[in-house]
């Protein structure tokens, strides 16, 4: 799953202790065993799982794939095509922050209203027996993941993903700024919301027009209005297509649809 060039830590011991509350809680404790798997991916960037004996190999084969992958794209799209500290709390090793990119897998929808519970119940049952086959079929070891030659451009063909990009403009500098020149402010704000959707385009290309993004900007995490008085824009792309939700269809969000486009390839 690493390739030949792997390199695996010793073996760290994980312990447990049992809980025991006055209101009657208890729970036993438990230990077991951590290795960190160190591996490059076929575009040259370095990657560290862990590896534990308590949880089944398939399914973390399932935790790591989400952890390289959000890794990457956050390495190549919103790190590298970006000044230093343009963004709050954007770096290789910060993984929680203001900004962020996190992997959604499986089961795009989740959140409903009582009267979507029915279709609702749908989706959650056809997630289950998706995902109760491909970890079956992750127990063969021919059919494992390969996680150092990964394959970018055909990863959403392979497996039910959605990307969420978050993006918050650090406004150390700005706030000093729009004192003096709101208009500089505005065209500043502009030019950065205009490359960040031309990363979206290159991502999807990389994704030979097929991937599923979700982009959120923010100033200070949404604690400050944008340019156009907004405290967020949001740009999607479905299954390839630049996205538009309709307000009118209770089935129109991004969820839903995105769940209706894996209908017939995934489940």
């Given at each position: 799953?690493?390739?030949?060039?792997?390199?695996?830590?010793?073996?760290?011991?994980?312990?447990?202790?049992?809980?025991?509350?006055?209101?009657?809680?208890?729970?036993?404790?438990?230990?077991?065993?951590?290795?960190?798997?160190?591996?490059?991916?076929?575009?040259?960037?370095?990657?560290?799982?862990?590896?534990?004996?308590?949880?089944?190999?398939?399914?973390?084969?399932?935790?790591?794939?989400?952890?390289?992958?959000?890794?990457?794209?956050?390495?190549?799209?919103?790190?590298?095509?970006?000044?230093?500290?343009?963004?709050?709390?954007?770096?290789?090793?910060?993984?929680?922050?203001?900004?962020?990119?996190?992997?959604?897998?499986?089961?795009?929808?989740?959140?409903?209203?009582?009267?979507?519970?029915?279709?609702?119940?749908?989706?959650?049952?056809?997630?289950?027996?998706?995902?109760?086959?491909?970890?079956?079929?992750?127990?063969?070891?021919?059919?494992?993941?390969?996680?150092?030659?990964?394959?970018?451009?055909?990863i959403f063909q392979r497996f039910p993903?959605?990307?969420?990009?978050?993006?918050?403009?650090?406004?150390?500098?700005?706030?000093?700024?729009?004192?003096?020149?709101?208009?500089?402010?505005?065209?500043?704000?502009?030019?950065?919301?205009?490359?960040?959707?031309?990363?979206?385009?290159?991502?999807?290309?990389?994704?030979?027009?097929?991937?599923?993004?979700?982009?959120?900007?923010?100033?200070?995490?949404?604690?400050?209005?944008?340019?156009?008085?907004?405290?967020?824009?949001?740009?999607?792309?479905?299954?390839?297509?630049?996205?538009?939700?309709?307000?009118?269809?209770?089935?129109?969000?991004?969820?839903?649809?995105?769940?209706?486009?894996?209908?017939?390839?995934?489940?």
């Amino acid at each position: 799953m690493f390739g030949p060039d792997y390199q695996i830590s010793e073996k760290e011991t994980v312990i447990i202790e049992a809980v025991n509350c006055d209101c009657g809680f208890h729970t036993d404790g438990y230990q077991y065993d951590v290795w960190e798997i160190t591996y490059q991916d076929q575009a040259g960037y370095t990657y560290t799982q862990k590896l534990n004996n308590m949880d089944r190999l398939e399914k973390q084969q399932i935790g790591w794939l989400e952890k390289q992958l959000g890794n990457y794209y956050k390495q190549k799209y919103m790190i590298e095509p970006f000044p230093e500290n343009t963004f709050q709390d954007l770096s290789s090793k910060n993984w929680y922050g203001k900004s962020y990119c996190f992997i959604f897998f499986g089961n795009p929808v989740i959140s409903y209203t009582m009267d979507q519970k029915e279709e609702y119940d749908k989706t959650e049952a056809a997630e289950i027996a998706y995902k109760n086959q491909l970890l079956q079929s992750l127990q063969d070891e021919n059919h494992m993941i390969q996680f150092y030659r990964l394959n970018y451009k055909t990863i959403f063909q392979r497996f039910p993903l959605k990307v969420s990009m978050h993006f918050s403009i650090d406004d150390t500098t700005l706030m000093k700024e729009i004192q003096k020149d709101k208009t500089s402010i505005t065209i500043k704000e502009i030019k950065l919301i205009q490359d960040i959707l031309s990363v979206m385009k290159a991502f999807n290309e990389a994704s030979n027009d097929t991937c599923n993004l979700e982009v959120y900007i923010n100033l200070d995490n949404g604690s400050k209005y944008l340019y156009d008085d907004t405290k967020s824009r949001n740009y999607k792309i479905l299954c390839g297509e630049w996205f538009q939700e309709d307000s009118e269809d209770p089935y129109g969000g991004y969820d839903w649809q995105l769940f209706y486009a894996c209908e017939g390839v995934f489940w």
